[in-house]
């Protein structure tokens, strides 16, 4: 059998995107790995109707909802291959299955890289993170971190003193110039050059000096790499972003190979769980918009 559409990913953005796909009648399979990005955080935040949930919660309603249209399957392995047949596409699963499919959604995401210190993996999405709008709110207005891992830092140095005080720490990973050096004081940011050593305690950051600074909250920079390899596989083009790759799409949603569109944090340079499923939406639309038009 071949199917119309294939996603790849079934997070947030693939099953919004299978949504669409399932809600024109159309048949729809979804190939997930099952390993949520967000699957560290214990609460969602900024998505509307689901504020303040679990997320795993979230995906596992949505998983259901979408399972619940006939024209819909799913197959929890790792996609490991996709090859071009004739007008379509052969998708490999890693127990050998082989899905053929007239076009190819990729929503597989991407996995973050942390900067190796000890004490910051074990934090990640609870009291460690990257999303002011996701997480800054449930601080409290308490003291924040900024852990420097590239330049962006003075992003994220720059808008968190709208949740609490902040402190910069450097930690050798670049040097402000006095434009931005003027911006942090001017934002009332606290700039800490001692070395980072460890993670302890809720966010508390120890320094090389042994000197402890307790922190509500500790936000840092993860590269960011594709969580699957189908998209270099393809040949898809990608963009540069600020922290690592993404998927090139164009105003439709479709990628450098014709018939694979892709959407979610795999094509967005920044996303949250409210923008993967906006644009899981877009994607999926459009992924039924070819099957119509050309």
Same mark, same amino acid.
């Given at each position: 059998?071949?199917?119309?559409?294939?996603?790849?990913?079934?997070?947030?953005?693939?099953?919004?995107?299978?949504?669409?796909?399932?809600?024109?009648?159309?048949?729809?399979?979804?190939?997930?790995?099952?390993?949520?990005?967000?699957?560290?955080?214990?609460?969602?935040?900024?998505?509307? /109707?689901?504020?303040?949930?679990?997320? /795993?919660?979230?995906?596992?309603?949505?998983?259901?909802?979408?399972?619940?249209?006939?024209?819909?399957?799913?197959?929890?392995?790792?996609?490991?291959?996709?090859?071009?047949?004739?007008?379509?596409?052969?998708? #490999?699963?890693?127990?050998?299955?082989?899905?053929?499919?007239?076009?190819?959604?990729?929503?597989?995401?991407?996995?973050?890289?942390?900067?190796?210190?000890?004490?910051?993996?074990?934090?990640? /999405?609870?009291?460690?993170?990257?999303?002011?709008?996701?997480?800054?709110?449930?601080?409290?207005?308490?003291?924040?971190?900024?852990?420097?891992?590239?330049?962006?830092?003075?992003?994220?140095?720059?808008?968190?003193?709208?949740?609490?005080?902040? #402190?910069?720490?450097?930690?050798?990973?670049?040097?402000?110039?006095?434009?931005?050096?003027?911006?942090?004081?001017?934002?009332?940011? #606290?700039?800490?050059?001692?070395?980072?050593?460890?993670?302890?305690?809720?966010?508390?950051?120890?320094?090389?000096?042994?000197?402890?600074?307790?922190?509500?909250?500790?936000? #840092?920079?993860?590269?960011?790499?594709?969580?699957?390899?189908?998209?270099?596989?393809?040949?898809?083009?990608?963009?540069?972003?600020?922290?690592?790759?993404?998927?090139?799409?164009?105003?439709?949603?479709?990628?450098?190979?014709?018939?694979?569109?892709?959407?979610?944090?795999?094509?967005?340079?920044? /996303?949250?769980?409210?923008?993967?499923?906006?644009?899981?939406?877009?994607?999926?639309?459009?992924?039924?918009?070819?099957?119509?038009?050309?």
């Amino acid at each position: 059998m071949v199917y119309p559409v294939i996603i790849v990913g079934g997070s947030y953005a693939g099953i919004s995107a299978g949504l669409q796909l399932a809600r024109a009648r159309r048949r729809v399979l979804v190939i997930d790995a099952g390993q949520r990005r967000n699957r560290f955080a214990h609460s969602a935040h900024g998505f509307l /109707g689901h504020d303040g949930r679990n997320p /795993g919660v979230i995906a596992d309603e949505a998983r259901a909802q979408l399972l619940a249209y006939p024209t819909v399957e799913w197959v929890s392995q790792p996609a490991i291959t996709a090859t071009r047949q004739g007008d379509g596409f052969v998708v #490999t699963t890693a127990n050998g299955q082989r899905f053929g499919g007239q076009r190819l959604i990729l929503a597989s995401g991407v996995v973050d890289e942390l900067p190796q210190i000890p004490g910051l993996k074990e934090r990640w /999405g609870q009291s460690v993170f990257h999303c002011p709008y996701c997480h800054g709110y449930e601080l409290d207005d308490g003291p924040i971190g900024v852990l420097a891992a590239a330049p962006t830092a003075i992003h994220h140095a720059l808008m968190l003193p709208d949740w609490g005080p902040t #402190t910069l720490f450097i930690n050798d990973a670049f040097e402000p110039d006095a434009e931005q050096l003027a911006n942090l004081e001017r934002r009332g940011v #606290t700039l800490e050059r001692e070395p980072v050593m460890a993670i302890g305690g809720q966010a508390d950051v120890t320094l090389a000096s042994g000197r402890v600074i307790e922190l509500a909250g500790l936000f #840092t920079q993860p590269r960011t790499r594709m969580a699957s390899p189908l998209p270099a596989i393809l040949g898809c083009e990608f963009e540069a972003g600020p922290m690592g790759d993404f998927i090139k799409v164009d105003a439709m949603r479709e990628t450098s190979v014709r018939g694979v569109f892709a959407g979610g944090d795999a094509a967005l340079a920044a /996303g949250n769980v409210a923008i993967a499923v906006g644009d899981g939406a877009r994607t999926g639309g459009a992924a039924h918009h070819s099957l119509i038009f050309r």
